[in-house]
Protein backbone atom coordinates (compact mmCIF):
# COMPACT_ATOMS: atom_id res chain seq x y z
CA UNK A 1 0.00 0.00 0.00
CA UNK A 2 2.83 2.00 0.10
CA UNK A 3 2.82 2.51 -3.41
CA UNK A 4 -0.73 3.30 -3.65
CA UNK A 5 0.69 6.21 -1.50
CA UNK A 6 3.70 6.91 -3.94
CA UNK A 7 1.03 7.01 -6.24
CA UNK A 8 -0.90 9.66 -4.60
CA UNK A 9 2.25 11.67 -4.42
CA UNK A 10 2.37 11.76 -7.65
CA UNK A 11 -1.14 12.01 -8.63
CA UNK A 12 -0.97 8.64 -10.55
CA UNK A 13 -4.13 7.12 -11.82
CA UNK A 14 -2.92 3.71 -10.64
CA UNK A 15 0.53 2.20 -10.21
CA UNK A 16 1.82 -1.40 -10.84
CA UNK A 17 2.91 -3.36 -7.82
CA UNK A 18 5.03 -6.84 -7.41
CA UNK A 19 3.02 -9.90 -5.50
CA UNK A 20 -0.64 -9.94 -4.87
CA UNK A 21 -0.85 -11.76 -8.58
CA UNK A 22 -0.73 -15.24 -7.08
CA UNK A 23 -2.49 -13.99 -3.79
CA UNK A 24 -6.36 -14.24 -2.49
CA UNK A 25 -6.14 -10.44 -2.26
CA UNK A 26 -8.21 -10.53 -5.77
CA UNK A 27 -10.86 -12.55 -4.30
CA UNK A 28 -11.43 -9.70 -1.79
CA UNK A 29 -10.28 -6.81 -3.13
CA UNK A 30 -12.23 -5.19 -6.28
CA UNK A 31 -10.03 -2.33 -6.54
CA UNK A 32 -6.59 -4.57 -7.40
CA UNK A 33 -6.74 -4.69 -11.32
CA UNK A 34 -4.54 -6.94 -13.76
CA UNK A 35 -2.84 -5.43 -16.40
CA UNK A 36 -0.82 -5.89 -19.00
CA UNK A 37 2.66 -4.06 -19.25
CA UNK A 38 2.82 -2.96 -22.45
CA UNK A 39 6.56 -2.88 -22.85
CA UNK A 40 6.46 -6.66 -22.15
CA UNK A 41 2.89 -7.93 -22.09
CA UNK A 42 3.57 -9.34 -18.62
CA UNK A 43 0.63 -8.85 -16.25
CA UNK A 44 0.82 -7.12 -13.06
CA UNK A 45 -1.07 -6.13 -10.22
CA UNK A 46 -2.39 -2.60 -10.46
CA UNK A 47 -3.64 -0.26 -7.16
CA UNK A 48 -4.99 2.90 -6.74
CA UNK A 49 -3.49 5.75 -5.44
CA UNK A 50 -4.40 6.71 -1.88
CA UNK A 51 -4.84 10.41 -1.32
CA UNK A 52 -6.18 10.71 2.06
CA UNK A 53 -8.26 13.90 2.88
CA UNK A 54 -6.38 14.21 6.35
CA UNK A 55 -3.08 13.03 7.71
CA UNK A 56 -2.16 13.27 11.20
CA UNK A 57 1.30 12.53 11.84
CA UNK A 58 3.56 12.60 15.25
CA UNK A 59 6.74 14.59 14.34
CA UNK A 60 9.69 15.81 16.60
CA UNK A 61 9.71 19.21 16.18
CA UNK A 62 7.98 22.28 14.35
CA UNK A 63 8.00 25.75 13.29
CA UNK A 64 5.45 28.00 13.03
CA UNK A 65 5.35 28.03 9.07
CA UNK A 66 4.86 24.56 9.27
CA UNK A 67 8.47 22.61 8.46
CA UNK A 68 8.86 19.78 10.54
CA UNK A 69 11.06 16.73 11.42
CA UNK A 70 10.09 13.70 11.90
CA UNK A 71 11.13 9.77 12.78
CA UNK A 72 12.69 8.07 9.83
CA UNK A 73 11.61 4.76 10.86
CA UNK A 74 7.96 5.69 9.28
CA UNK A 75 6.49 6.11 5.98
CA UNK A 76 5.67 10.30 7.97
CA UNK A 77 7.13 12.02 4.71
CA UNK A 78 5.01 10.16 2.37
CA UNK A 79 2.14 10.27 4.00
CA UNK A 80 1.77 13.57 4.09
CA UNK A 81 2.53 14.56 0.88
CA UNK A 82 0.24 12.10 -0.06
CA UNK A 83 -2.47 13.72 1.51
CA UNK A 84 -4.92 16.57 0.65
CA UNK A 85 -4.50 17.88 4.29
CA UNK A 86 -1.95 17.14 7.23
CA UNK A 87 -1.76 17.66 11.13
CA UNK A 88 1.80 17.82 12.31
CA UNK A 89 1.62 17.28 16.08
CA UNK A 90 4.89 18.16 17.35
CA UNK A 91 7.02 17.31 20.61
CA UNK A 92 8.76 20.69 20.24
CA UNK A 93 8.30 24.17 18.36
CA UNK A 94 11.46 25.54 17.52
CA UNK A 95 12.86 28.46 15.27
CA UNK A 96 12.48 27.82 10.91
CA UNK A 97 16.49 27.06 11.53
CA UNK A 98 16.49 25.09 14.61
CA UNK A 99 14.00 22.73 11.97
CA UNK A 100 17.17 20.49 11.38
CA UNK A 101 16.43 16.74 11.04
CA UNK A 102 18.91 14.36 13.87
CA UNK A 103 19.76 11.06 14.13
CA UNK A 104 17.22 8.75 12.53
CA UNK A 105 14.48 11.73 11.34
CA UNK A 106 13.37 13.35 8.22
CA UNK A 107 13.05 16.63 7.26
CA UNK A 108 9.58 17.43 5.88
CA UNK A 109 8.94 21.10 3.90
CA UNK A 110 6.19 23.13 5.50
CA UNK A 111 4.05 22.90 2.03
CA UNK A 112 3.00 19.63 2.79
CA UNK A 113 2.25 20.70 6.69
CA UNK A 114 -1.17 22.56 7.14
CA UNK A 115 -1.55 22.82 11.03
CA UNK A 116 1.29 21.72 13.92
CA UNK A 117 0.06 21.40 16.82
CA UNK A 118 2.27 21.67 20.06
CA UNK A 119 1.73 18.95 22.33
CA UNK A 120 4.92 17.30 24.31
CA UNK A 121 4.03 13.68 25.10
CA UNK A 122 1.46 13.75 22.03
CA UNK A 123 2.52 10.04 21.06
CA UNK A 124 1.47 8.76 24.24
CA UNK A 125 0.48 5.49 24.91
CA UNK A 126 2.65 4.74 21.96
CA UNK A 127 6.48 6.14 22.20
CA UNK A 128 8.67 8.72 21.16
CA UNK A 129 11.99 6.98 20.18
CA UNK A 130 14.77 8.82 21.72
CA UNK A 131 12.45 10.60 24.08
CA UNK A 132 9.97 8.41 25.64
CA UNK A 133 9.09 4.30 25.36
CA UNK A 134 5.74 3.38 25.11
CA UNK A 135 3.98 3.11 27.98
CA UNK A 136 3.31 -0.56 28.17
CA UNK A 137 1.48 -0.78 31.21
CA UNK A 138 -1.10 1.86 29.79
CA UNK A 139 -1.05 -0.38 26.74
CA UNK A 140 -2.01 -3.19 28.65
CA UNK A 141 -5.32 -1.42 30.31
CA UNK A 142 -6.40 -0.32 27.47
CA UNK A 143 -6.22 -3.63 25.91
CA UNK A 144 -8.09 -5.28 28.46
CA UNK A 145 -10.54 -2.37 28.54
CA UNK A 146 -11.60 -2.17 24.72
CA UNK A 147 -12.39 -6.02 25.53
CA UNK A 148 -15.69 -4.88 26.10
CA UNK A 149 -17.80 -2.19 26.06
CA UNK A 150 -18.83 -0.82 29.40
CA UNK A 151 -15.00 -1.24 30.32
CA UNK A 152 -14.11 0.44 27.27
CA UNK A 153 -16.88 3.59 28.04
CA UNK A 154 -14.74 3.62 31.40
CA UNK A 155 -11.81 4.22 29.78
CA UNK A 156 -12.99 6.52 27.17
CA UNK A 157 -14.43 8.65 30.34
CA UNK A 158 -11.39 8.45 32.76
CA UNK A 159 -8.70 9.37 29.69
CA UNK A 160 -10.15 11.25 26.99
CA UNK A 161 -13.61 12.81 28.13
CA UNK A 162 -12.42 13.73 31.64
CA UNK A 163 -9.00 14.85 31.30
CA UNK A 164 -9.54 18.76 30.75
CA UNK A 165 -6.86 19.33 28.16
CA UNK A 166 -3.46 17.56 27.20
CA UNK A 167 -1.35 18.39 29.91
CA UNK A 168 -4.19 17.09 32.26
CA UNK A 169 -4.34 13.90 30.33
CA UNK A 170 -0.26 13.39 30.88
CA UNK A 171 -0.77 14.06 34.81
CA UNK A 172 -3.71 11.64 34.76
CA UNK A 173 -1.54 8.93 32.94
CA UNK A 174 1.57 9.65 35.25
CA UNK A 175 3.70 10.41 31.94
CA UNK A 176 7.12 10.67 32.50
CA UNK A 177 10.30 11.42 29.74
CA UNK A 178 13.73 9.90 29.27
CA UNK A 179 14.67 12.74 31.27
CA UNK A 180 14.59 15.22 28.42
CA UNK B 1 27.68 -21.34 31.47
CA UNK B 2 25.35 -21.47 34.81
CA UNK B 3 22.28 -21.76 33.05
CA UNK B 4 22.45 -23.96 30.45
CA UNK B 5 18.16 -24.75 30.30
CA UNK B 6 18.29 -23.24 26.71
CA UNK B 7 15.02 -21.47 25.47
CA UNK B 8 13.49 -22.85 22.43
CA UNK B 9 13.66 -19.76 20.91
CA UNK B 10 17.53 -19.79 21.80
CA UNK B 11 17.63 -22.74 19.20
CA UNK B 12 15.69 -21.40 16.87
CA UNK B 13 18.00 -18.76 16.98
CA UNK B 14 20.80 -20.34 16.33
CA UNK B 15 19.05 -22.44 13.60
CA UNK B 16 17.95 -19.17 11.83
CA UNK B 17 22.37 -17.82 12.28
CA UNK B 18 23.06 -20.83 10.29
CA UNK B 19 20.92 -20.35 7.40
CA UNK B 20 22.88 -17.00 6.54
CA UNK B 21 26.12 -16.89 4.69
CA UNK B 22 29.06 -14.46 5.44
CA UNK B 23 28.26 -11.19 2.72
CA UNK B 24 24.72 -11.50 2.44
CA UNK B 25 22.27 -8.65 2.63
CA UNK B 26 19.09 -9.39 5.43
CA UNK B 27 16.94 -7.64 6.31
CA UNK B 28 14.11 -7.93 9.19
CA UNK B 29 10.59 -6.83 9.52
CA UNK B 30 8.49 -5.41 12.51
CA UNK B 31 7.79 -7.99 15.00
CA UNK B 32 10.68 -10.39 14.27
CA UNK B 33 12.85 -10.26 17.43
CA UNK B 34 14.08 -14.19 16.43
CA UNK B 35 15.37 -13.32 12.92
CA UNK B 36 16.69 -10.07 14.49
CA UNK B 37 18.63 -12.20 16.95
CA UNK B 38 19.56 -14.51 14.43
CA UNK B 39 21.27 -12.23 12.41
CA UNK B 40 23.36 -10.83 15.12
CA UNK B 41 24.30 -14.13 15.89
CA UNK B 42 25.43 -14.97 13.12
CA UNK B 43 27.19 -11.88 12.23
CA UNK B 44 29.27 -12.20 15.49
CA UNK B 45 29.93 -15.92 14.49
CA UNK B 46 30.69 -16.88 11.65
CA UNK B 47 29.50 -14.32 9.04
CA UNK B 48 31.45 -11.16 10.14
CA UNK B 49 30.73 -9.26 6.87
CA UNK B 50 26.58 -9.50 6.96
CA UNK B 51 24.86 -6.65 5.96
CA UNK B 52 21.61 -6.16 8.32
CA UNK B 53 19.02 -3.89 7.56
CA UNK B 54 16.72 -5.04 11.59
CA UNK B 55 14.05 -2.97 12.26
CA UNK B 56 13.78 -1.48 15.44
CA UNK B 57 17.71 -1.63 15.77
CA UNK B 58 19.01 1.88 16.77
CA UNK B 59 22.08 1.44 15.01
CA UNK B 60 20.44 -0.08 11.64
CA UNK B 61 20.31 3.28 9.28
CA UNK B 62 17.80 3.43 6.41
CA UNK B 63 17.45 6.84 4.78
CA UNK B 64 13.54 6.77 5.13
CA UNK B 65 10.17 4.71 5.97
CA UNK B 66 9.54 0.68 4.90
CA UNK B 67 9.05 2.21 1.16
CA UNK B 68 12.96 1.99 1.06
CA UNK B 69 12.99 -1.45 2.53
CA UNK B 70 10.57 -2.39 -0.26
CA UNK B 71 12.47 -0.73 -2.87
CA UNK B 72 15.61 -2.57 -2.17
CA UNK B 73 13.51 -5.62 -2.19
CA UNK B 74 12.26 -4.66 -5.74
CA UNK B 75 15.56 -4.25 -7.25
CA UNK B 76 16.66 -7.16 -5.96
CA UNK B 77 19.08 -5.93 -3.52
CA UNK B 78 17.75 -8.07 -0.23
CA UNK B 79 18.77 -11.45 -0.27
CA UNK B 80 17.47 -12.95 2.95
CA UNK B 81 14.07 -11.87 4.59
CA UNK B 82 11.82 -13.54 7.36
CA UNK B 83 8.02 -14.29 7.46
CA UNK B 84 5.66 -15.49 10.23
CA UNK B 85 1.84 -16.46 9.76
CA UNK B 86 -1.55 -17.60 11.48
CA UNK B 87 -1.15 -20.53 9.23
CA UNK B 88 1.20 -21.95 7.09
CA UNK B 89 0.37 -24.62 4.35
CA UNK B 90 2.43 -27.49 2.61
CA UNK B 91 3.61 -24.86 -0.38
CA UNK B 92 4.86 -22.39 2.02
CA UNK B 93 1.81 -19.97 1.34
CA UNK B 94 1.41 -18.00 4.50
CA UNK B 95 -2.05 -16.28 5.83
CA UNK B 96 -1.41 -13.41 8.23
CA UNK B 97 -5.43 -12.11 7.77
CA UNK B 98 -8.22 -14.17 8.61
CA UNK B 99 -8.78 -18.07 10.44
CA UNK B 100 -12.29 -19.10 8.63
CA UNK B 101 -14.20 -17.08 6.10
CA UNK B 102 -13.03 -13.61 5.33
CA UNK B 103 -15.84 -12.19 5.70
CA UNK B 104 -17.15 -13.89 8.86
CA UNK B 105 -13.77 -14.62 10.42
CA UNK B 106 -13.15 -16.42 13.68
CA UNK B 107 -9.88 -14.30 13.86
CA UNK B 108 -9.13 -11.11 12.33
CA UNK B 109 -5.26 -10.07 12.09
CA UNK B 110 -3.40 -6.48 10.84
CA UNK B 111 -3.01 -8.45 7.62
CA UNK B 112 -0.36 -9.26 4.97
CA UNK B 113 1.35 -5.48 4.98
CA UNK B 114 4.04 -6.20 2.79
CA UNK B 115 4.76 -9.58 2.67
CA UNK B 116 3.52 -10.67 -0.94
CA UNK B 117 6.20 -8.40 -2.49
CA UNK B 118 8.85 -9.52 0.09
CA UNK B 119 7.91 -13.03 -0.13
CA UNK B 120 8.50 -12.49 -4.07
CA UNK B 121 11.45 -10.33 -4.06
CA UNK B 122 13.67 -11.25 -1.86
CA UNK B 123 16.38 -13.59 -2.63
CA UNK B 124 15.05 -16.47 0.13
CA UNK B 125 12.37 -16.20 3.01
CA UNK B 126 12.54 -17.85 6.16
CA UNK B 127 9.54 -18.66 7.56
CA UNK B 128 9.66 -18.90 11.42
CA UNK B 129 7.16 -19.53 14.10
CA UNK B 130 6.43 -19.17 17.97
CA UNK B 131 4.87 -22.78 17.86
CA UNK B 132 4.64 -26.08 15.82
CA UNK B 133 0.89 -27.52 15.68
CA UNK B 134 -2.11 -28.67 13.22
CA UNK B 135 -3.81 -25.10 14.00
CA UNK B 136 -0.55 -23.44 12.39
CA UNK B 137 1.12 -26.20 9.33
CA UNK B 138 -2.15 -26.78 7.57
CA UNK B 139 -2.79 -28.64 4.52
CA UNK B 140 -3.93 -25.30 2.99
CA UNK B 141 -4.31 -21.76 4.20
CA UNK B 142 -7.51 -19.98 4.73
CA UNK B 143 -6.39 -17.29 3.06
CA UNK B 144 -3.43 -16.49 0.80
CA UNK B 145 -1.47 -13.16 1.46
CA UNK B 146 1.50 -14.44 0.19
CA UNK B 147 2.91 -17.51 -1.54
CA UNK B 148 6.20 -19.52 -1.68
CA UNK B 149 7.25 -20.08 -5.04
CA UNK B 150 5.55 -19.43 -8.81
CA UNK B 151 2.96 -22.04 -9.00
CA UNK B 152 1.03 -21.52 -11.73
CA UNK B 153 3.99 -19.63 -13.99
CA UNK B 154 2.39 -16.14 -13.87
CA UNK B 155 5.13 -14.35 -11.91
CA UNK B 156 7.72 -14.36 -14.42
CA UNK B 157 9.55 -11.38 -12.51
CA UNK B 158 9.71 -13.20 -8.71
CA UNK B 159 13.06 -13.03 -7.80
CA UNK B 160 12.46 -15.89 -5.08
CA UNK B 161 10.80 -17.73 -2.60
CA UNK B 162 10.82 -20.05 0.63
CA UNK B 163 14.39 -21.64 1.61
CA UNK B 164 13.46 -22.64 5.50
CA UNK B 165 11.12 -22.84 8.10
CA UNK B 166 12.44 -22.64 12.01
CA UNK B 167 10.27 -23.76 14.37
CA UNK B 168 10.22 -24.53 18.36
CA UNK B 169 10.63 -28.67 17.12
CA UNK B 170 12.51 -28.23 14.04
CA UNK B 171 14.26 -26.75 10.45
CA UNK B 172 12.16 -27.29 7.39
CA UNK B 173 13.23 -27.11 4.07
CA UNK B 174 11.11 -26.12 1.28
CA UNK B 175 11.82 -28.95 -1.62
CA UNK B 176 11.61 -27.64 -4.96
CA UNK B 177 11.32 -31.08 -7.13
CA UNK B 178 8.45 -32.54 -4.76
CA UNK B 179 7.14 -28.24 -4.44
CA UNK B 180 6.48 -28.75 -0.80
CA UNK B 181 7.97 -28.01 2.94
CA UNK B 182 9.96 -31.34 4.37
CA UNK B 183 11.25 -32.05 7.47
CA UNK B 184 15.01 -30.68 7.19
CA UNK B 185 16.27 -31.76 10.61
CA UNK B 186 14.90 -31.81 14.66
CA UNK B 187 16.74 -30.40 17.45
CA UNK B 188 17.62 -32.24 20.79
CA UNK B 189 15.01 -33.92 22.50
CA UNK B 190 12.58 -33.55 19.41
CA UNK B 191 11.16 -36.69 17.56
CA UNK B 192 10.66 -37.05 14.22
CA UNK B 193 6.75 -38.38 15.38
CA UNK B 194 6.33 -35.36 17.36
CA UNK B 195 7.02 -33.41 14.44
CA UNK B 196 4.68 -35.15 11.94
CA UNK B 197 2.33 -35.51 14.82
CA UNK B 198 1.95 -32.01 14.92
CA UNK B 199 2.39 -30.81 11.15
CA UNK B 200 -1.20 -30.84 9.53
CA UNK B 201 0.32 -31.95 6.12
CA UNK B 202 2.84 -34.59 4.75
CA UNK B 203 6.83 -33.93 5.31
CA UNK B 204 8.18 -36.86 2.84
CA UNK B 205 9.96 -38.12 6.03
CA UNK B 206 9.49 -42.01 4.50
CA UNK B 207 12.58 -43.58 3.71
CA UNK B 208 14.37 -40.53 4.37
CA UNK B 209 17.05 -39.84 7.09
CA UNK B 210 16.17 -37.34 9.48
CA UNK B 211 19.09 -35.88 11.39
CA UNK B 212 19.13 -34.74 15.09
CA UNK B 213 21.23 -31.28 15.21
CA UNK B 214 21.76 -29.07 17.43
CA UNK B 215 22.28 -25.71 15.71
CA UNK B 216 23.45 -23.97 19.07
CA UNK B 217 27.14 -24.83 19.78
CA UNK B 218 28.57 -23.54 23.11
CA UNK B 219 30.43 -20.68 21.92
CA UNK B 220 27.13 -20.02 19.99
CA UNK B 221 25.46 -20.57 22.96
CA UNK B 222 28.02 -17.64 24.90
CA UNK B 223 27.89 -14.87 21.82
CA UNK B 224 23.92 -15.01 21.91
CA UNK B 225 23.84 -14.77 25.63
CA UNK B 226 26.42 -11.94 25.46
CA UNK B 227 26.79 -9.84 22.84
CA UNK B 228 23.62 -10.63 20.91
CA UNK B 229 22.06 -10.29 24.30
CA UNK B 230 23.00 -6.78 24.64
CA UNK B 231 21.59 -5.73 21.27
CA UNK B 232 18.37 -7.15 21.44
CA UNK B 233 17.97 -5.46 24.64
CA UNK B 234 18.11 -1.89 22.74
CA UNK B 235 15.98 -3.68 19.15
CA UNK B 236 13.52 -5.93 21.25
CA UNK B 237 13.24 -5.10 25.26
CA UNK B 238 10.42 -6.90 25.61
CA UNK B 239 11.38 -10.35 23.68
CA UNK B 240 14.71 -10.02 25.93
CA UNK B 241 13.17 -10.20 28.98
CA UNK B 242 11.14 -12.74 28.29
CA UNK B 243 14.34 -15.06 27.32
CA UNK B 244 16.74 -13.81 29.30
CA UNK B 245 15.09 -12.09 32.48
CA UNK B 246 15.69 -8.69 33.73
CA UNK B 247 18.86 -7.10 32.36
CA UNK B 248 20.82 -7.28 35.99
CA UNK B 249 19.85 -10.10 36.44
CA UNK B 250 21.87 -11.19 33.72
CA UNK B 251 24.79 -9.11 33.23
Known sequence: ?180 | MENKNIHPSERMIGAIARLLKNGERVATGTLSPIPAAGCFLAKYTHAPELELLIYGDPENRLSEGFHELFGLAQQGKIDVFFLSGIQIDQRGSVNLSVLGDYRKPSLRLPGGAGSSMLYAMSGRTILFTNNHNRKLFVPKTDFVNATGFDETGITPWRRGGLSHVVTPLCVMAFDLSRKQIILDYVFPGITVAQVVENTGFDLAVEGREIPTIDPLSETDLATLRGPVQAKMRQAYPLFARTIWGAETASE
Open chain 1, 1 to 180: MLLGLQAGVHNLPFIPVFGFLDSDYLRIRPDLKILKDPYTGIEYVVVPPIMPDWAVIHATRGDRNGGITTLSTRNDRLLAMASRKTIAVVEELVEPDQVLPGLHEVYVASVHIDAVVLAPGGAHPTGCPGRYDIDAAHMAAYVTAAKDESSFQKYLETYILAPRDHKDYLEKVGFKTNGK
